[in-house]
């Protein structure tokens, strides 16, 4: 994935880096599988990272992501 933005990165604030630090029990459960090269980040570097990928992935949606585009029925369907 590339870069977020300097606007997605504006985005992020300390409050929410904050709060994205905190491992959710999913998380925790999880972190035992990760590769532990992987696990040696900072949880709050790793949450400014999460934020900004999200930021970026809201301000410049793909329209080819089943997630990021909002088409209307004409986009898809069939036209006469």
């Known amino acids: ?3 977020p933005s300097p606007e997605a990165v504006a985005n ?3 409050e ?3 709060t994205r630090s905190h491992l959710l029990p999913e998380e925790k459960a999880a972190e035992g ?3 532990p090269a ?3 980040l900072d949880p709050k570097v790793q949450a400014a990272v ?3 990928e999200s930021e970026e992935r809201t301000i410049h949606a ?3 992501d089943a997630h990021g585009g909002h088409r209307q029925s004409s986009d ?3 036209l006469p």
């Open 1 to 3: 994935m590339k870069e």
């Open 12 to 14: 992020v604030t300390e």
């Open 16 to 18: 929410n880096i904050e």
């Open 33 to 35: 599988e990760l590769d």
């Open 38 to 40: 992987e696990g040696d």
């Open 50 to 52: 999460i934020l900004a």
């Open 62 to 64: 793909d329209p080819d």
């Open 76 to 78: 898809t369907a069939d």
